[in-house]
């Protein structure tokens, strides 16, 4: 297999996306469970392919900004995307928790009813009543936590930075959601199957 072929220009070999595979799992864990460290690495175990691969292409294109995956994306070729992100679907590792329970049932309210009076929709109308995502739009069931808390906290400075960022949409309602509310919202999923 030549190298052109890994840059994208012809099939890539399953040696070279094995290997990508085991270079994503060193930060997002064994099993695609995610990883809380100095640096919280968020559960792609079962993540929608789809929304894998669309991430992965904000990175190239500079759409996403977080400076340890655009440095990783520039290793990763056109050929190896879809291949990765089948396979990340495919693991099943079980939830990480550690989110503080008492706030789970308010979070449970926000992501089943929303917030009307503060402009916050059901989670749930677009990640479903699981919250298992379809297509481009992520899993949240199992996710980290701390990731969930960190991403909606942070959500206008590190995503939508860009009219063609479809996840801007999440902007406006990561704005509206007060440190606590994201909390219990973090809480629930985080203990979703």
């Known amino acids: 297999m030549s190298h052109a072929a890994d840059r994208g220009k012809g099939p890539v070999s399953r040696q070279s996306i094995e290997s990508k595979i085991e270079y994503c799992l060193i930060c997002h864990g064994t099993s695609g469970q995610g990883f809380r460290g100095y640096y919280t690495m968020p559960r792609l175990a079962g993540q929608q392919p789809q929304y ?28 190896m995307i879809q291949p990765l992100a089948e396979y990340l679907r495919s693991l099943n590792a079980a939830p990480h928790g550690g989110g503080p329970t008492e706030g789970a049932g308010l979070g449970k309210r926000i992501f ?47 995503r939508g930075q860009r009219g063609e960022d ?24 985080s203990s979703l199957r």
């Open 166 to 189: 479809s996840s801007g949409i999440m902007a406006p309602v990561a704005r509206n959601l007060s440190p606590a509310q994201i909390s219990a919202v973090a809480a629930y999923v």
């Open 52 to 79: 894998i691969e669309n991430q992965l292409h904000a990175f190239k294109e500079g759409r996403r900004l977080n400076p340890i995956m655009q440095n990783v994306v520039t290793g990763i070729s056109p050929g």
């Open 112 to 158: 089943e009813v929303g917030l009307p009076d503060a402009n916050i929709p059901a989670c749930a109308v677009c990640h479903g009543p699981d919250a298992r995502g379809t297509r481009q739009i992520p899993r949240l069931a199992g996710q980290l936590y701390w990731y969930v808390t960190k991403t909606l906290t942070n959500f206008s400075r590190e």
